[in-house]
């Protein structure tokens, strides 16, 4: 039981980050963290040391929020496109949106979520999680070449569509 | 010497972000950028990109400093969802609470600074001989367990749920990215539907096609789609096992299953469907509720509303930015794309729901929307190859490791057109999986442009794949005729209505699915 507490306590704040970058969702990733500390509590003996440990177990929360996602995707299309939407925000902004640094964050996150899934995925993986292509391609079961051409795909799409909006300030410096 | 393209520089410059370059890509990629402006700002750009990416999105998701009772509380939700867990496997008598006691053993073999450096050390295997420590937190275990078996099986009734569970099922997880399900057991049979990763589904029957080719009928539940039961054939190297397999029924051509396929299809019967096929609407919508969409100013929307979900159908109307109309239903492609059904001013029409904005009005406002089901008919045009003179012409060539047995599938497939239409500056795309069939190692895809009488247009391509051997697009401007899997892109100058048509290979003796993204765009 104290190890299992241990382990919970050391691992649930890591876990619970990784979850609500891939959910953006406060609720939802409490929910996939939890399922994904029981998940990886039962596959331990599974695990070979063939990645890190680090890799393994965020592997196995990856594959718990996708199945929260599997949950609502008939909605995800709409929630995607309803983030961008000003008239559809809360009244009040979330605690990512208070942190907010500046302007260019917040047009960043929001050009960021309009990315498809899969796109949007190995972003947050690389640039939030600083996990390495290989990294993120043993977690998602694909290619190295395949993460290179999403990432390439990825920042394609945001240079374009920060472009297109409001460039932020150091995209507008590079202009003068 | 410069001897890099544009697209070459690039997408080395994207390449260096990730894994770097080799020195000699390194110089390549600087000679360029010192002869090229335009690809110097966008490096630029894209270093600043970068930068910006590793800063701000890791200030997004900054580390929880939670407080311990906040800890505690998740524990409290943990043990609950153990319970539930234990009860459900329990039920359909797949339960291996041995998985459990191993478990806590390995966890204990590892515990000793593991998360301190988040890695455990070189060679510490879960199978190692348990220590005292191990013996004694299996022992915790088993009372932790067997706490937990005192409790009643929270939410779930037992004799109400043994009574309506086969406690002798084969479950299967797909595994794979995007596997397609087939309307019969092989290739050769129609796409109903793409499963994703890690969907769990019955099996009901297994059919073995010979020579290992087995193939496994499965049912699938989705609450939230409609149908949300639904059924499909898999070969059997995409799912992993669990259960009782041993006593799946065989199927022999003829058994009565087709009504476990509720998803029509189009090249099967050979009998055209109503153009919008629509399914009743889950039962869950509220029909009080009231949901607007329209074009938003952050993007750049298509304020078409055409009669069908795709741009290749007929343009009905249009709607001017902020101005709503009300939603009806919403057809959602995977994640990919999603267009709602809308009414505006008395005609019925489809808005690409991209750019969109959702406005709920009423109880339940824009979420659930009616899920529809729709199968698209292909539009009716003919191609007319009119690529002319001094364009690119369309030569053969002769086709590197390509057998003489190797079959093109045989029809086109709508679905497998990405349609660009005429306008310069459009830009789409279309990803899709190949099912592809062993023996066969090609598979066409089309980019469909419509340019108005008397202009011409570039059309640029894009493709990216994981697994294709090679892509070929007969009549290219720039670019190889054969080209490695990848991110490549092709040039074409193009009048008309045109068909282009690439033609996507696997390498000999491998079977699909093959995952690939085709990107067009329009210029002058």
Redo the contacts between chains.
């Keep these: 039981?104290?190890?299992?507490?241990?382990?919970?306590?050391?691992?649930?704040?890591?876990v619970?980050?990784f979850a609500?970058?891939i959910l953006d969702d406060p609720d939802d990733a409490?929910?996939a963290?939890?399922?994904a500390?029981?998940n990886a509590?039962?596959?331990?003996?599974?695990?070979?040391?063939d990645s890190?440990?680090?890799t393994w177990?965020y592997a196995i929360t990856l594959?718990t929020c996708?199945?929260h996602?599997?949950?609502?995707?008939?909605?995800?299309?709409?929630v995607n496109?309803?983030r961008?939407?000003v008239?559809?925000r809360p009244a009040t902004p979330s605690p990512?949106e208070a942190?907010?640094?500046n302007e260019?964050?917040r047009l960043?996150?929001?050009a960021?979520d309009?990315l498809?899934?899969?796109h949007r995925l190995v972003?947050?993986l690389?640039?939030?999680h600083?996990l390495?292509?290989r990294e993120i391609a043993e977690m998602?079961?694909?290619?190295e070449?395949?993460?290179?051409?999403?990432?390439?795909?990825a920042?394609e799409k945001?240079?374009k569509?920060?472009r297109?909006?409001h460039p932020?300030h150091?995209?507008e410096e590079?202009?003068q | 010497m410069n001897s890099l393209t544009h697209t070459e520089a690039r997408e080395l410059l994207h390449l260096s972000l990730d894994v770097g370059l080799k020195p000699s890509d390194r110089r390549a990629v600087e000679a360029h950028l010192a002869e090229c402006p335009a690809c110097a700002a966008y490096a630029n750009d894209l270093a600043r990109l970068d930068a910006h990416l590793f800063e701000s999105m890791q200030a997004r998701w900054a580390d929880p400093d939670l407080p311990s009772l906040e800890i505690d509380r998740g524990l409290r939700h943990m043990e609950v969802k153990v319970r539930q867990r234990q009860a459900r496997a329990r039920l359909l008598s797949v339960a291996q609470p041995a998985v459990w006691t191993a478990g806590v053993i390995a966890l204990v073999a590892v515990l000793g600074g593991l998360f301190g450096a988040i890695r455990p050390q070189t060679g510490q295997q879960p199978e190692e001989t348990p220590t005292a420590d191990a013996e004694a937190a299996a022992a915790a275990s088993e009372t932790y367990l067997a706490q937990m078996e005192a409790t009643s099986l929270i939410g779930l009734p037992t004799a109400t749920v043994a009574a309506t569970v086969d406690p002798v099922v084969c479950m299967i997880e797909v595994v794979g990215d995007d596997v397609p399900l087939h309307d019969g057991p092989g290739e050769e049979h129609q796409v109903t539907r793409v499963i994703e990763t890690g969907m769990v589904g019955v099996v009901l029957y297994a059919a073995n096609q010979g020579s290992n080719d087995v193939w496994l009928m499965v049912q699938f539940e989705e609450p939230l789609n409609n149908p949300p039961t639904y059924a499909g054939w898999l070969p059997v190297q995409d799912v992993l096992a669990s259960g009782e397999c041993s006593t799946v029924p065989e199927y022999l051509p003829g058994d009565q299953v087709a009504e476990l396929l509720p998803t029509p299809t189009l090249a099967a019967t050979g009998t055209p469907l109503p153009a919008i096929f629509e399914a009743t609407p889950t039962p869950t919508f509220d029909p009080n509720a009231v949901c607007y969409v329209a074009p938003g100013d952050y993007g750049p929307p298509d304020v078409n509303l055409y009669s069908g979900p795709g741009t290749m159908y007929e343009i009905v109307g249009s709607l001017e930015i902020a101005e709503y109309a009300r939603a009806t239903g919403i057809f959602s492609q995977m994640n990919y794309s999603a267009w709602v059904r809308v009414e505006h001013e008395g005609v019925v029409g489809w808005v690409d729901a991209t750019y969109y904005m959702f406005d709920g009005r009423g109880t339940m406002g824009c979420w659930p929307l009616p899920q529809v089901n729709v199968y698209p008919l292909p539009p009716t045009f003919t191609p007319t190859p009119t690529l002319e003179g001094d364009l690119a012409t369309p030569t053969p060539q002769p086709y590197p490791g390509l057998s003489a047995t190797s079959t093109l599938l045989p029809d086109i497939d709508y679905n497998d057109v990405l349609y660009l239409g005429g306008d310069v500056g459009y830009e789409d795309e279309l990803t899709r999986t190949l099912p592809l069939a062993k023996g066969a190692t090609q598979h066409q895809v089309s980019v469909r442009v419509n340019v108005p009488p008397g202009e011409q247009r570039h059309v640029n391509v894009t493709v990216i794949c994981s697994r294709a051997e090679s892509i070929r697009w007969a009549p290219y401007e720039e670019g190889a005729p054969y080209l490695v899997c990848g991110n490549w892109y092709g040039r074409v100058m193009t009048q008309g209505d045109n068909l282009l048509t690439l033609t996507i290979s696997l390498a000999p003796g491998e079977a699909g699915p093959e995952s690939y993204t085709l990107r067009g765009s329009v210029a002058p």
């Design positions: 039981m104290r190890e299992i507490d241990d382990l919970v306590r050391q691992c649930y704040p890591a619970l980050r609500h970058s409490d929910d963290a939890q399922e500390l029981i509590v039962a596959a331990l003996d599974r695990y070979r040391g890190s440990f680090k177990l594959n996708r199945t996602l599997r949950k609502r995707k008939v909605r995800q299309s709409v496109a309803i961008l939407i008239p559809t990512e942190a907010a640094q260019s964050d960043l996150w929001a960021v309009a498809d899934e899969k972003v947050v690389r640039y939030a600083d390495s292509t998602l079961r694909v290619s070449g395949t993460v290179h051409s999403r990432l390439h795909y920042r945001l240079l569509r920060l297109h909006v932020p150091w995209m590079a202009t």
